[in-house]
């Protein structure tokens, strides 16, 4: 059974930084893709970041690009976060997801079948 378990969420101010983990079981991280994914009070589901089976392959949402970092670590099948220079804007529940293929009408395709309860980011002076 996969499970993923987010942490490292928390108060901080303007400026600060934060560091999410997120735990997995039941599968193995070099061999998956995933995501990072949030919401804000009140709106709707916005997506951060991917990676792609642990390797360079890297992206990011416009709003995050050059403040946040994705990465893996194989040992500890854990997905990290690294969130520097944050705002007010940034204030969410940050859920890690697993993304996972499914085939229709001969098509392969991809969709984050597997997501985490969450953990809270506030940032605020």
């Known amino acids: 059974e996969v499970q993923l378990v987010e942490s490292g969420g928390g108060l901080v101010q303007p400026g600060g930084s934060l560091r999410l983990s997120c735990a997995g079981s039941?599968?193995?991280?070099?061999?998956?893709?995933m995501s990072w994914v949030r919401q804000a009070p009140g709106k709707g589901l916005e997506w951060v970041s991917y990676?792609?089976?642990?390797?360079?392959?890297?992206y990011y949402a416009d709003s995050v690009k050059g403040r946040f970092t994705i990465s893996t670590d194989h040992t500890k099948n854990t997905l990290y976060l690294q969130m520097n220079s944050l705002k007010s804007e940034d204030t969410a529940m940050y859920y890690c997801?697993?993304?996972?293929?499914?085939?229709?009408?001969?098509?392969?395709?991809?969709?984050?079948?597997?997501w985490g309860e969450g953990t809270l980011v506030t940032v605020s002076s």
């Open positions: 039941g599968f193995t991280f070099s061999g998956s893709a």
């Open positions: 990676i792609y089976k642990s390797s360079s392959a890297t």
């Open positions: 997801t697993k993304w996972d293929p499914h085939v229709a009408s001969g098509e392969v395709y991809y969709a984050m079948d597997y």
